[in-house]
């Protein structure tokens, strides 16, 4: 069965970090360009991050810019956002998904996207 599946989510208080999951079965990840996007509620969904197929380049929205790291495990099959200094604003319900194309040269967009996973909700909050 080919599916995306999150992980990592969870409620968490502001300045702290999570390590969100996108592991992927029935087929290679490392073959697709990866994006990371978010939606908060009454929001619509957006880009927070790339990650190419190929040098595996990276981009970030300038709100996550130093605070978040994407990377890959190809042994795992799974893409990782690793979030640190967490802030109230980044909660929202993050979603990984394979995208159309090779790099990652600005923000991905839901209309480049191919497959999404289920989404984990990431809570800041004191």
């Known amino acids: 069965q080919v599916q995306l599946v999150e992980s990592g989510g969870g409620l968490v208080q502001p300045g702290g970090s999570l390590r969100l999951s996108c592991a992927a079965s029935?087929?290679?990840?490392?073959?697709?360009?990866v994006g990371w996007f978010r939606q908060a509620p009454g929001k619509e969904r957006e880009g927070v991050s790339c990650?190419?197929?190929?040098?595996?380049?990276?981009y970030y929205a300038d709100s996550v810019k130093g605070r978040f790291t994407i990377s890959r495990d190809n042994a795992k099959n799974t893409v990782y956002l690793q979030m640190n200094s967490l802030k109230h604003e980044d909660t929202a319900v993050y979603y990984c998904a394979t995208l159309v194309g090779v790099w990652c040269t600005s923000l991905p967009r839901t209309e480049s996207v191919r497959s999404w996973g289920q989404g984990t909700q990431v809570t800041v909050s004191s």
């Open positions: 029935g087929f290679t990840l490392s073959n697709y360009r």
């Open positions: 990650i190419s197929s190929v040098s595996n380049s990276t």
